[in-house]
C-alpha cells in the first residue's frame, strides 16, 4: 500500500474496493505482444491508482465500470478530461497484459508523465523483481532499467515533500510526516516490576505529575505500559492490565497539557488495545508484532489506529533463550521476520501507511546484536525493500533506553545511571534514520535529538548545494 498523503483510500473505501475485487468474471483482452486471450474468471494481479495492488477475477473492463461507479459512490461527477478530481481509480496495470479499446487503455497512457501516479506505484513494488507479472510492468515502462529508471528520470525521492506528494500517517484528527523531525516518545511504566522505574508511578497522581513532567521537557508521545515486558516477566492478565491503565489513561486524557500530543500504550493484548482506543489513546505499540494474541490484526484493522508492530522472538519469558538468540546475520534475519510480520499485518487489513516498525533492541538480542541494529538501521531498511519500498520506509521506533546492553558496555549496573549511555545510543540511531525514540530521560534525550535533526538537515542542504 502507497504511503502517499494524497493517494491513500480510507480503510472503509479499501474494503469496498475489495468486495468488488472478488467477483469473478471473463473477458476478452490483449496480451503485451497483441495477441488475443480470452480470461476464464483467472485471478489476475491489478495495480489501481491510489496505491493499491489487488488481485481480482474480473476482467479488465468490468473492473473499469466497478471502479467508476466506485469513484460516483465517492462523489466523483463528470468534468474535465485530465483535469482536478475528487479521486481518480485508473487501472494502472492489468496482470501482464495491453489493453487497447474506445473506452480502456492499459497501461493508462499518461502514468508515464506522472510523478504523482509513479511514487505510490514503486512505493508498492520492491527491488527484487519476484515474479513475470511485475517484471512485466517494468517492461511497459520502456526504460531498460524499468519503473525504478523512470521514477529517477522523473526526480525520484527528491521529489517526496514537493508537488503535494508527502508520505503520512493518518494519527489522531491530523496527518503526521515522521520525516520532518524525528519525535520523542517518553515513556511511562505503571508497573511494580519494570526493569527501570517499576513501583515509581503506580498511583494517579504520581503517573499525572510524570507525564506533566515529560511533556514540559518537550514529549510528543506518551507511551503508557500496564504490563512488564522485561526478561523473565510474569504475564498479567487483561482485567489486571485494564485496572492498572484504565484510570491513569483517563487521568492524562483530561490534562489541559496532552492537547496536542499523542497517547500510545503498549501492550499486546487486543483487548486492552480496543478499550484504549475506545477512551481516547491514539495509537497500539505491541512488542509482540501481534504474535501473542491472535487477535490483535483484526481489532487493530477494525479500530485504525496507528500500529508500532516490534521484533521479538518468543516472549518476555523465553526471548533470552539460547534458541532465540541464535543469528547468522542479525540486520538481515530481523528484517525478515519483521517483514514477514507486517505482511501478515497487511493481509489482515492493517494498511502499510499505519503502521509503524521497531527492530526490538534489546529483545531476543544480545549486546553485539543491539550494537548491529543500532548502526545497522540503514541496512535493515534496504533488505526489507527488496520486498516492499512501502514498508522500508515506514517510520522507524527504537527503543533502547536504559536497557541492560548499555549497563555491560558501560559498567552500569543501575538503570538510571545509563542515560548518558541512551543519549550515545539515540544519537547513533536517529543519524541513521530513526524516526521516533522511546526514552525514560526526555528532557536530555529531546535535546540530542534536536542535535541530531540539525546535523542532518545541515547534510542534506550541503549536498543540495553540491549538485
Known amino acids: ?33 497483441n495477441f488475443s486471450i480470452e480470461a476464464h474468471s483467472q485471478d489476475e494481479e491489478v495495480v489501481i491508482a491510489l496505491g493499491i495492488r489487488a488481485v481480482t477475477k474480473l476482467g479488465p473492463h468490468e473492473l473499469l465500470a466497478t471502479l467508476k461507479k466506485i469513484e460516483k459512490d ?18 494502472l496495470f492489468y496482470g501482464k497484459y495491453k489493453v487497447r479499446s474506445d473506452s480502456l487503455n492499459i497501461p493508462h497512457e499518461r502514468i ?15 527491488s527484487a523483481i519476484d515474479n513475470d507479472t511485475v517484471a512485466s510492468w517494468h517492461s511497459f515502462s520502456g526504460h531498460s532499467g524499468g519503473l525504478f529508471e523512470l521514477w529517477e528520470k522523473l526526480g525520484g525521492e527528491s521529489l517526496i515533500g514537493q508537488e503535494g506528494m508527502h508520505r503520512v500517517m493518518p494519527v489522531a484528527n491530523g496527518l503526521v510526516d515522521w520525516s520532518l523531525r524525528t519525535s520523542v516518545m517518553g515513556i511511562l511504566n505503571l508497573t511494580p516490576d519494570s526493569f527501570s522505574d517499576g513501583g515509581n508511578f503506580q498511583s494517579v497522581e504520581s503517573a499525572v505529575s510524570q507525564v506533566q513532567l ?30 492498572r491503565l484504565i484510570p491513569v489513561l483517563e487521568a492524562v486524557k483530561s490534562m489541559p497539557e496532552i492537547e496536542g500530543k499523542l497517547i500510545s500504550i503498549d501492550t499486546f493484548y487486543s483487548d ?72 501478515q499485518a497487511e493481509l489482515s487489513g492493517i494498511p502499510t501507511w499505519r503502521i509503524i516498525i521497531d527492530p526490538g533492541i534489546g529483545f531476543s538480542k544480545k549486546t553485539e546484536d543491539n550494537l548491529d541494529i543500532l548502526t545497522g538501521l540503514p541496512a535493515i531498511r ?32 543501575s538503570a538510571i545511571e545509563r542515560d548518558p549511555a541512551t543519549i550515545a545510543s539515540i544519537t547513533a540511531g536517529v543519524l541513521g534514520g530513526a524516526n521516533i525514540v522511546r526514552v525514560h530521560n526526555v528532557k536530555d534525550n529531546c535535546d540530542a535529538v534536536k542535535l541530531c535533526d540539525a546535523l542532518l538537515r545541515h547534510k542534506s542542504s550541503a549536498m543540495k548545494s553540491r549538485r
Not at 479499501?14 to 505482444?33: F, I
Request: include cysteine; glycine fraction near 6%.
Open 74 to 91: 465517492l462523489g466523483r461527477t463528470d468534468g474535465i478530461r485530465y483535469g482536478p478530481r475528487p479521486i481518480d481509480l485508473d487501472i
Open 382 to 413: 534496504a533488505e526489507i525493500a527488496k520486498s516492499s519500498f512501502a514498508i522500508s520506509r515506514a517510520p522507524i521506533l527504537i527503543g533502547p533506553s536504559r536497557k541492560r546492553f548499555l549497563g555491560d558496555i558501560c559498567s552500569r549496573p
Open 214 to 243: 515529560m511533556i514540559s521537557e518537550g514529549a510528543d508521545i506518551i507511551d503508557i505500559g500496564a504490563q512488564s515486558t522485561r526478561p523473565k516477566a510474569s504475564r498479567i492478565s487483561v482485567e489486571e492490565e485494564l485496572s
Open 1 to 33: 500500500m502507497s504511503l502517499l498523503k494524497c493517494l491513500g483510500l480510507p480503510r472503509h473505501q479499501v474494503s469496498t474496493a475489495r468486495k468488488y475485487l472478488n467477483v469473478s468474471s471473463l473477458s476478452c483482452l490483449r496480451t503485451a505482444k
Open 112 to 126: 508515464w508523465e506522472r510523478p504523482f501516479v509513479i511514487a505510490p506505484l514503486v512505493d508498492l513494488l520492491g
Open 272 to 343: 486492552v488495545a480496543s478499550e484504549a482506543v475506545s477512551r481516547g489513546a491514539h495509537l497500539i505499540n505491541d512488542v509482540s508484532a501481534g504474535q501473542l494474541d491472535p487477535n490483535m490484526f483484526k481489532v487493530i484493522a477494525d479500530l485504525d489506529v496507528p500500529y508500532v508492530a516490534m521484533h521479538m522472538r518468543g516472549d518476555p519469558c523465553t526471548m533470552q533463550s539460547r534458541e532465540n538468540l541464535k543469528y547468522d546475520d542479525v540486520c538481515k534475519e530481523v528484517s525478515s521476520e519483521l517483514y514477514s510480520r507486517v505482511r
